[in-house]
């Protein structure tokens, strides 16, 4: 009976210590894959190219940031001008109020002093027929006198009321434009300061990079000729075609550094075309196409937020600035990135 129970008191020690052990390593084997993956390297190529859609989407709120503002800057100066126009208009008006307040004055003491007469007192006290005639003209010079100068002063008075409210509206909307210019300055500002930190996380994220892929990166690829169209996507197309090889820079707009759409933009300015600075601005330029109809010199927009924009050589490539790290250079379209919209400037 008492080895009995000796022998069940040790099968259940060991039991346990089996239980213990067994709890230990499903502990360990659950923690040790997420250790191991942990201390495993991010991959560089996947990192930069992570890094580079940040900094390229950061780009385009800069720039669009900096078009808002200049247009706020602008709206601010026309409102001033209004607002001084305004002024000026009001206080000539003001002084021709005064003057004309100065005629009606004086032809009312005129009339206070005698030179108003009805018809009976210019008959009663009249010595001729021709001197009745030229009391009545007197009267009626001065009767249209008056009128005139009330009719001026009634004018004066109401321009001058007019000129001031114009001022007042304009001085409202000249303070709130100053107030959000002054906003979106600091905004401005936060985003710049922002894009050049992702910019040196890039150029730090390429130093990292395998030399066999960043010398794939910095290849300008096909720099063979290219046939153009004639007209105004030729012109286009044949001037961003010049700049393969040139460097990528954020908010590059020439003459050898470019971003996506400084390249675009210049193109077209090359053809005579005005576009806008921006590829989310680009994306409603033109009319749009589909993907079957893409011909040389389209626009292709790329990403939900259209912050790419590449310009089509024909059906199936594109040209464009790509990033940082790669020069301008003609890809596949479709390799590029995910497709917002197409637009055509020409036809």
């Known amino acids: 009976m008492a080895v009995s129970v000796l022998a069940k008191g040790i099968g259940d020690l060991m039991s346990l210590k089996l239980t213990r052990g067994f709890l230990a390593l499903v502990v360990l084997l659950s923690v040790t894959p997420a250790v191991s993956l942990a201390a495993q390297p991010a991959d560089p190529a996947r990192a930069y190219a992570d890094l580079t859609a940040q900094a390229t989407k950061l780009n385009e709120e800069v720039l669009r940031a900096q078009e808002d503002l200049v247009q ?145 990166l910095s290849d300008p690829g096909d720099r063979s000729a290219v046939g153009v169209p004639s007209g105004v996507a030729g012109l286009a197309l044949a001037f961003a075609l010049a700049r393969r090889g040139d460097d990528y820079l954020y908010g590059g707009t020439g003459p050898r550094s470019w971003d996506c759409a400084g390249l675009t933009m210049k193109a077209y300015a090359a053809a005579g075309v005005s576009i806008p600075r921006t590829s989310g601005g680009q994306a409603s330029v033109g009319r749009p196409v589909g993907r079957g109809e893409v011909r040389a010199g389209d626009l292709i927009v790329y990403y939900t937020s259209r912050s790419h924009v590449a310009l089509a050589v024909d059906n199936g490539r594109a040209v464009h600035a790509s990033t940082e790290g790669q020069p301008v250079k003609i890809a596949p379209i479709d390799a590029i990135g995910p497709i917002a919209v197409i637009r055509r400037i020409e036809g």
């Open 72 to 216: 706020r800057r602008a709206e601010l100066d026309r409102a001033s001008a209004t607002v001084a126009a305004a002024q000026q208009i009001e206080r000539q008006a003001k002084a021709d109020e005064n003057d004309f307040r100065g005629q009606v004055d004086l032809i009312t003491q005129a009339s206070f002093e005698g030179a108003r007469f009805n018809q009976l007192s210019a008959l009663l006290v009249a010595d001729s027929q021709q001197d009745f005639l030229n009391r009545l003209e007197m009267m009626r010079i001065l009767a249209t006198d008056r009128a005139e100068s009330l009719a001026r002063l009634s004018g004066a008075v109401e321009k001058a009321r007019q000129a001031h409210q114009v001022a007042e509206t304009a001085r409202a909307r000249a303070a709130e434009a100053a107030t959000s210019a002054e906003q979106l300055k600091a905004d401005l500002d936060g985003r710049k300061s922002a894009l050049q930190t992702q910019i040196d996380q890039v150029r730090s994220a390429l130093t990292r990079l395998p030399a066999p892929v960043a010398a794939k």
